[in-house]
């Protein structure tokens, strides 16, 4: 089932960030992040947070839509309760501590994902979605906060394990496809009818594409450089992507592959 390889891959790129910060000095986790007040502890933190939220969606539906509220209503209230909230387990917790409570975090909604089926439905923050693309969310945080956990220590010169980019990206990027609309509607604007091909160059050498082959609206360059734009870790004039026409330089510059309120990306470097 197309889910259950989503899983595989989501497995596989929590072990690949837990290479990168496992063997860090008890210092290295104080080191700031892209994140605005956020170090590298507040993101591994944050993923924790979300892993186990997960297993609730999948495993208790009615707790978690009632936990899931009640952020809501507070955030809204009172903008800053969420960090408060999300990360209030895991801020005290030494590296040690913080790391065992993501594994088991992820050893947990792994469990969860096993089971599911490929015509369930799983409660988020935005709309339901299939598991496939729960999962793919998933992913997509892991990858997207360990990228800021290595520009946080590529800035510090602190030396770490090379995860590199893999095809795994291909979930992000279609997911970054997918949520072209919904990066107008949480700003409350129409979508653009306009259509837009995609042409990506895979980290193995292959091309990803998504849209008409004829439309003059094109998104183009490496896969990675798209992931970090669709997940607001990049501005587009800072990567290698070429986005042709009014159409696709619009998108690139609201495009947010994420659930929540809409969110501004970096601007350039």
């Known amino acids: ?13 929590q072990d690949a960030l837990d290479a990168v910060v496992a063997p860090l000095e008890p210092e290295h986790w104080d080191l700031p992040t892209p994140a605005a007040g956020w170090t590298v502890a507040h993101q591994i933190a944050h993923l924790a ?37 999300t990360l209030a387990a895991h801020v005290d917790l030494d590296p040690g501590e913080l790391l065992g409570s993501w594994r088991s975090a992820r050893a947990e909604l792994a469990e969860a994902a096993g089971g599911l089926d490929a015509d369930q439905r799983v409660e988020w923050y935005g ?35 090379q995860t590199g980019t893999t095809d795994r990206l291909r979930h992000i990027a279609h997911l970054g496809v997918v949520t072209r609309g919904w990066s107008y509607v949480v700003r409350g604007r129409e979508p653009s009818p306009v ?15 998504w849209g008409p082959g004829d439309a003059p609206d094109r998104v183009t360059g490496p896969a990675a450089d798209f992931c970090a734009v669709v997940t607001q ?37």
């Open 195 to 209: 259509e837009v091909r995609v042409e990506l160059v895979a980290p193995g050498g292959d091309t990803w594409t």
């Open 233 to 269: 870790r990049r501005h587009l004039d800072d990567t290698e992507l070429v986005a042709t026409g009014d159409a696709a330089r619009e998108w690139m510059s609201i495009a947010q592959a994420f659930a929540g309120g809409p969110t501004e990306g970096p601007g350039p470097r």
């Open 127 to 161: 709309p339901s979605m299939s598991p496939r693309s729960f999962l793919t969310a998933r992913l997509m945080e892991t990858w997207a906060h360990g990228l800021d956990i290595v520009d946080a220590l590529d800035t510090a010169g602190v030396d770490h394990v």
């Open 49 to 85: 947070y979300f892993d186990r939220a997960a297993t609730r969606a999948i495993a208790d539906p009615p707790a978690f839509a009632a936990e899931r509220d009640s952020l809501i209503e507070q955030v809204m209230a009172e903008p800053e309760a969420m960090d408060r909230i």
């Open 1 to 13: 089932m197309a889910h259950q390889q989503v899983l595989e891959d989501l497995l596989a790129e």
